[in-house]
């Protein structure tokens, strides 16, 4: 049952590009979009294996990298874990998972293993600093924890900005910043930093509230029900620091009998789909998952390291999903 | 920052248990389960590293398990894949993931790329026959593929029976399978086949739809549209062939003005939460992610291959999520 393989130059036809660009695009050479999914396209249609041609070319490598996560039960790691799987594959490297369900000593004890088992390079979504030997290549995810090392993150900062902006562009004019998370600082906690900064560039009244995971929502309730004035809930936009956050909250505030969007509006952050691909749950700052993932590839499969930026702010979108007016 | 290494001594100490019971859990050898949970949580908690034992004792085999899924975007996938990866690296092995889009060429392709990697196994839900090395263990997730290769499946017929058993015990009298999917034969087809059984047993009337992938969900409208009398639709009970099927088939049933749980009474199949942790989308047939993941893995560790069964279908069981009475 076996195929018999194509070649590059069966590729080539394919896709109908010269041969050269089909070799540029398996070695990670740039070339325009538009070629590049061409080629993906003609090899994806063939089931042209890429690795046989690149791991020629890397003599000596593991062509192996490894990725640590927290997990993958939730879907901004899911589809973080399947773009960089494609992305490495792509040039020729497997991939090993690891989760380490957040916790430090599991997160350092995955880098141990991962030098134990001469990989490549890693690339690692922690929360912690961590011992990793300078000659291995290591890119983090949405954490800067060491200069040394590249981190890549969507414009959090951007992000929480536009929240703040599409927020009183649809009429708001009192708004609104509510967030669970870590207590360890990462870089998702500039999306508040950008949201206060915008209102008070436009001098917009707002509130913030940030508690911890694990946080008692009664908190939230008892936030609401202290800006109820008149019978009225006195904040009319809210910027959650997560998609699950703002779902959380439009059940909170309808359970109080507000209706999202029309006496409150709500944007959340990150692009979560339901079942992975189908609807938004909310209105939302969109991640770039997908360019997170192949630049981190990049940065990891880079092979002059001499000038490696500390961090990568990949640029969000706003797309609205029924929380907002529009 | 790198922590001293625990013994095995520490986890037998930490767990309350005698030396050879951790020695046992860490070797996949059976012992009770209250016993393997207490090991496994002073593990975690002391984080022990299971492999540097686990590998001394297999010297010559590479530590290596390889994991082909059609893709981790999906929650069932990404649950899969995590259960998959966690127990792997209890049993000290690492888990290379291998993505496929469900393309046949791109299976092959995947199994033909691990042969040449030289790992010591291969877990896969594929859809098509595969050429796999006879020495390299294969444990097939949710597809009967081969007679020699096990498959690790939930109970998908008793799930379907389970369901018609629940809409009748909820008061429907007048009850319908919905189905789109793969057009592949699969054990998820099952599905239906435990349903109808259900209602033959009973005597209750029952209607079907099954379609192809990529469906119209207009040839779902027309089904309704068909079953209108007097106003009023003659279905009052629905299961659905997955969760996404059961919240799509709601939002058809609402937006032509029916009540769900109300007017008719929906079930789904999976168990997806939302954002991979909350709330079911419906009310369902869960199936049992971690306990089929755990059972894979102990297929393709299992050292005695003479005995494997073809397939093993692990219980599922019935959840309320809104859409039904109870």
């Known amino acids: 049952m076996k195929s018999s393989q194509p070649t590059m130059k069966d590729v080539a036809q394919e896709a109908g590009v010269a041969l050269g660009t089909v070799s540029k695009v398996f070695n ?9 999914a061409k080629v993906e396209d003609a090899a994806r249609k063939l089931g042209y294996q890429v690795n046989q041609y690149a791991r020629g070319l890397r003599a000596g490598s593991t062509s192996t990298a490894a990725l640590i996560l927290p997990g993958v039960s939730h879907p901004f790691f899911a589809a973080l874990a399947q773009y960089i799987c494609t992305a490495l ?3 020729g490297y497997r991939m090993l998972l690891y989760v380490t369900a957040s916790n430090p000593e599991l997160e350092q004890n995955c880098v141990n293993m991962v030098r134990q088992n001469k990989v490549d390079g890693i690339i690692g979504l922690t929360y912690n600093p961590l011992v990793v030997d300078e000659d291995l290549p290591f890119v983090s995810i949405d ?14 900062y951007g992000g929480g900005r536009m929240a703040a902006e599409k927020l009183m562009e649809l009429g708001c004019g009192h708004l609104a910043f509510l967030r669970t998370g870590s207590a360890r600082p990462g870089e998702a906690d500039k999306r508040g930093d950008g949201f206060e900064m915008a209102c008070r560039a436009r001098q917009v009244p707002y509130e913030t509230l940030r508690l911890n995971d694990g946080a008692d929502w009664e908190r939230f309730r008892e936030f609401f029900r202290s800006h109820i004035k008149g019978g009225r809930l006195d904040i009319d936009g809210i910027f959650c620091s997560t998609d699950l956050m703002a779902w959380k909250i439009q059940g909170i505030l309808e359970a109080m009998g507000f209706r999202v969007p029309e006496d409150v509006q709500l944007i959340g952050f990150d692009g979560i789909r339901r079942f992975g691909s189908e609807e938004l749950y909310c209105s939302t700052i969109i991640q770039p998952v997908q360019k997170m993932a192949e630049t981190s590839v990049d940065l990891l499969l880079t092979k002059d390291r001499s000038n490696i930026p500390a961090l990568i702010c990949l640029p969000v979108s706003y797309a609205p999903g029924g929380t907002t007016r529009e």
């Open 28 to 36: 990670g050479i740039p070339v325009g979009e538009s070629y590049r």
């Open 89 to 91: 594959a792509r040039r």
């Open 143 to 156: 954490r800067s924890f060491h200069p040394d090392i590249p981190c890549v993150a969507a414009d959090n």
